[in-house]
Structure formats: C-alpha cells, structure tokens
T-cell receptor, first 113, second 115 residues
Framework: SAVISQKPSRDICQRGTSLTIQCQVD?????MFWYRQQPGQSLTLIAT?????????ESGFVIDKFPISRPNLTFSTLTVSNMSPEDSSIYLC??????????FGPGTRLTVT | DQQVKQNSPSLSVQEGRISILNCDYT??????FLWYKKYPAEGPTFLIS?????DKNEDGRFTVFLNKSAKHLSLHIVPSQPGDSAVYFC??????????????FGQGTILTVHP
C-alpha cells in the first residue's frame, strides 16, 4: 500500500482566514480524494482530484470554498477558505489502489476559533 | 439521506470472544464494500473488502459477510484482541460509471475489547 503524509497534522486558525493542507504520496497514483470528518460524524467525500484535470466536487462542496490543486501524480493540496467554526474537522486525503480500496493519510485536525 | 448505516454506536466484548459489527445500506448501485479501522489521531486503515459477487471473504481473524437481498453486511473478528479496540467504519462503492472511486461511509462503531 502507498505511504501517505499530510501537512500540517493539526492547526488552530482564526475565522476568516484560509489554510492549505498538503498531501504527499510515495508513489504515483491516478486518483486522490479529499474527505472531511466533522466531530462525531462519519467521513464525507469533498472532492476527487485527478492530475491534469479540474477536481470533481461532491454535492454541498464548492471550489470557491475548497480549492484543490493536483500538480503531479504524487501531490495534492486542499485549501479551506474563509474559515468559520463549522469548518472545524479532520481533513483526510486518500489514494486509490490497484483495486477499489483506498488508503488514507493520517489526517489534518483543524480547529477554527 | 444516510445511504450506509451502522446502527450500533458502540460494542464491548471480552478478549477471545467474537466481535460482530453490522452495516446496512440502501443504494442498490453499491457493488463493493469495505471495512476500515481507525485509531485516534490516525487515518482509517483498510481491513477487508468484499465484492457483491461474493457472500463471504476471509482474511485471518477477519471475515466479512454480505447479504445482498437484505442489503446488509457484517464484520466478524475472531478471536477479539485488546489491540482491536478502535472505531470501525463500513464503506460502500458503486464501481461503475461516474461514481467510480467514491466511498460512502457509515457513522462508525466504537469497538472495545476488554482483557
């Protein structure tokens, strides 16, 4: 399975600011995914990021709020823009495998005050 | 709407006994199912999966059963060990068409295995 790292591991931010989360994979992958886990909730897919194309966003998530970059096959970023306390969550990136399984990074714990 | 449901928020079992975690789904397009384990401050770790063409898949202490007619799957852990204590998430995927790669997760079940 791929080894996935995320930066930062956690952050405390003020409302109205933006945070960019980085996801690095140790091998080339086709698809990268960004999920959010709000406190006490399940994981919810934000968007799918394929290299060389625009990210595909799920219902309820928009590019202005969560812009994503995918400059190459091993790296992606997710920005949480104009943050509010409701954005306090764990943000996770994942990658697809040779099958249908996905492998997840350790997550970024974001607290917005 | 919650397309994947884990109705038991928590489960407590004794070491050495069987742990059974349950999951129900509503979307008939789901054809691939996965279980993940998550420790605090870590990302989910893939455990085991099953395709809809099967009704059972086994990997060591972990067995997943799928009942398509009931839209129900379960994860059996035998024997349970204290290190199995974690949150377990059920996930489902519709592998065809535009939904390829998208995982829909249940709410999770907290498993506690007592020594």
């Amino acid at each position: 399975s791929a080894v996935i790292s995320q930066k930062p591991s956690r952050d405390i931010c003020q409302r109205g600011t933006s945070l960019t989360i980085q996801c690095q994979v140790d091998s080339q992958v086709t698809m990268m995914f960004w999920y959010r886990q709000q406190p006490g909730q399940s994981l919810t897919l934000i968007a799918t990021a394929n290299q060389g194309s625009e990210a595909t966003y799920e219902s309820g998530f928009v590019i202005d709020k969560f812009p994503i970059s995918r400059p190459n096959l091993t790296f992606s970023t997710l920005t949480v823009s104009n943050m509010s306390p409701e954005d306090s969550s764990i943000y996770l990136c994942s990658v697809d495998s040779s099958g249908y399984e996905q492998y997840f990074g350790p997550g970024t714990r974001l607290t917005v005050t | 709407d919650q397309q994947v449901k884990q109705n038991s928020p928590s489960l407590s079992v004794q070491e050495g006994r069987i742990s059974i975690l349950n999951c129900d789904y509503t979307n008939s397009m789901f054809d691939y199912f996965l279980w993940y384990k998550k420790y605090p401050a870590e990302g989910p770790t893939f455990l085991i999966s099953i395709s809809s063409i099967k009704d059972k898949n086994e990997d060591g202490r972990f067995t997943v059963f799928l009942n398509k007619s009931a839209k129900h799957l379960s994860l059996h852990i035998v024997p349970s060990q204290p290190g199995d204590s974690a949150v377990y998430f059920c996930a489902a995927s519709a592998t065809g068409g535009t939904s390829y790669g998208k995982l829909t997760f249940g709410q999770g079940t907290i498993l506690t295995v007592h020594p």
